[in-house]
């Protein structure tokens, strides 16, 4: 294997305090046979190398609870119930045990080498030193290396790279499940979620009766049509900034149109390339503007691609944190000089009127753009990230506490008239006292299924911490992280189905719908456009299964807790029972 670095030492195991009263014996068997069976919990179980683990071990400060790995997988397989997987039956649902099968025998489609990279990789190592406080070796060892052992041997078999196989190569006889800790964390993600429900039903509710109660005339579905009437052309070009040593290939999308024409820039996720959006700047240059979708190198899908055959060390590097904004700046220079120098451009191109549009990691860069500088003190605040927060980006955008502090990092660009920013990460990146200094018209799309950017702290609080005068919130009822990702010529790693939600194709027409008449309105300066940024217009598209809503104003002030004080509400808890179980199974929004 090419990446061998030194293995970090072994963090530090939560210690619980004891609680003051004795707790009944049916409570706690309740706890551990729930724990065991929900698939709240199974999926954290991973690991082992030569030895071959024999049991799972639940346990809750003094008491403890065991059940063998091959009762599991003898009912995986076969359904039959033994002796000692019986006792913990009658605590577990039908749907529970119907879907155990299948979670412990599903392979998973990555080999030993893409594993072993990304877990050699900061944020791999974060992941399994989280992980390794619930999940333990014996005498409550925390779990971190026998975790990435067991993984990377499971691994090592394609064919039976399964849950179940994982718990096999569990480096030691008895798996140590703390549920003390696991159900801390499941109660801090259950507030959360409870949470993000409250939110999701209060933005549903005013978008709806804003729509209601409009006295403007209603709108068609074929007020806007899907594309404009100019045909355009694309042109790849390969910009080479000296300064960073960066050489990138961006496509520009050229409409057949005389005169000067506003410019939208499109940044692609992390792991994903120019392809991701096409669909989005094709459509945009049918309606007359000039589309530039750049490649972010080291943050895109031959980055991915590196790191899982081997040939690079990191999922990205911190440093993408300023060159993503810094690759549009020079974009939108080198714009500028094809315009004056080059025939195909010029005349054609108004660079002073420019808009943004990027999803996820390119969401954060269309909000530096936009004028939210990266917040050091929030991320000495907030890093390393912490699973009690059951926030994924946290993991990437922690890595930027590494960066050199600076204040001479200029990533905003007045040239930006406008942005748009779907699944963003910002929470920690930037946070309140950055969001708050954007001064330009800003969209923010949500899904309420995304896990890897919680639609709650990375876009519905983060909208209410912008003053900008004009600012609209899209939320759509049902999609996921990927679910407005086009289908791309290169991916990094195949996105199941599952995980990619249902009807991608309506959120990629929902982006289309909202993404013209935004830039119509506050890039190409036609005020005519701005009836299509309401509830309104949004209740006229919305379509099952992703349900569409829209304000542009929000106040979760007597709605919710703010993350903070969910935090402290359940960790500074001084209740003498134990923490009750959260309802498992409950799909996260």
Request: proline residues 7%; contains cysteine.
């Amino acid at each position: 294997m090419n990446c061998s670095p030194i293995s970090p030492p072994i963090p530090k195991v939560t210690r619980l305090r004891p609680h003051t009263r004795l707790i009944s014996k049916q409570s706690i068997l309740r706890q551990i046979a729930l724990g065991i069976l929900s698939i709240g919990l199974i999926p954290t179980l991973t690991a082992r190398p030569s030895l071959s683990a024999e049991r799972l071990t639940l346990s809750y400060g003094a008491v403890s609870r065991s059940i063998s790995i091959d009762s599991l997988e003898t009912y995986a397989k076969t359904g039959k119930i033994d002796d000692d997987l019986a006792v913990y039956v009658e605590y577990a649902g039908k749907e529970q045990l119907k879907q155990l099968p299948q979670l412990l025998l599903t392979p998973i489609p990555l080999n030993a080498v893409q594993v072993s990279q990304f877990l050699y990789t900061p944020i791999g190592e974060r992941v399994l030193a989280d992980f390794g406080e619930v999940v333990q070796q014996e005498s409550h060892i925390n779990g971190f290396y026998a975790i990435r052992g067991a993984l990377i041997l499971a691994a090592a078999d394609p064919k039976n790279f399964t849950l179940l196989n994982i718990l096999r190569r569990f480096p030691s006889r008895t798996i140590s499940i703390n549920l003390a800790r696991g159900l801390q964390i499941a109660e801090a993600f259950q507030n959360i979620v409870n949470q993000t429900q409250q939110a999701i039903a209060l933005i549903n509710k005013q978008s709806s009766d804003t729509a209601n109660a409009s006295t403007s005339d209603k709108i068609s579905l074929t007020d806007l049509p899907r594309s404009g009437k100019y045909r355009w052309q694309k042109r790849t070009i390969t910009l080479n900034d000296t300064s960073r040593n960066r050489i990138f290939p961006a496509d520009i999308y050229l409409p057949d149109v005389s005169g000067f024409r506003p410019v939208i820039v499109i940044s692609h996720g992390l792991g994903s390339d120019r392809s991701s959006y096409a669909y989005l700047a094709q459509n945009l240059a049918s309606y007359g503007f000039v589309v530039a979708v750049p490649e972010h190198p080291g943050s895109d899908a031959k980055q991915l691609q590196a790191l899982l055959s081997g040939r690079a060390a990191e999922v990205t590097s911190p440093r993408e944190f300023i060159d993503r904004p810094l690759d549009v700046k020079y974009l939108l220079n080198q714009l500028t000089n094809l315009s004056q120098t080059d025939p195909a451009y010029k005349g054609r191109l108004n660079l002073e009127q420019v808009g943004v549009v990027g999803q996820s990691f390119g969401g954060y860069t269309a909000l530096a753009l936009a004028g939210a500088p990266i917040n050091f003190k929030q991320l000495e605040k907030n890093c390393p990230s912490s699973p009690d927060k059951a926030n994924l980006s946290l993991l990437l955008q922690c890595l930027a506490v590494s960066l050199p502090q600076s204040s001479t990092y200029n990533l905003s660009d007045s040239r930006v008239k406008a942005a748009i920013a779907i699944n963003p990460i910002d929470s920690t990146i930037m946070g309140q006292d950055s969001i708050s200094q954007i001064k330009i018209p800003i969209m923010i799309m949500a899904g309420t299924a995304d896990t890897i950017a919680p639609a709650f702290p990375e876009q519905i609080e983060p909208f209410t911490w912008l003053t900008t005068l004009n600012k609209y919130l899209v939320l759509i009822n049902g999609a996921t992280h990927f679910s407005t990702i086009g289908e791309s010529q290169s991916s990094g790693v195949p996105v199941p189905e599952q995980v990619i939600g249902p009807s991608p194709a309506l959120a990629q027409r929902y982006v289309r719908a909202l993404s013209l008449p935004f830039f119509e309105t506050y890039v190409a300066n036609q005020p005519s456009y701005r009836r299509y940024l309401s509830a309104n217009y949004v209740n006229a598209i919305s379509q099952e299964p992703l349900r569409l809503s829209l304000v542009q104003f929000l106040s979760l002030k007597n709605s919710a807790l703010s993350p903070i004080q969910q935090h402290s509400a359940v960790f500074n808890s001084q209740s003498s029972s134990p923490p009750s179980l959260p309802a498992y199974g409950t799909k996260r929004p």
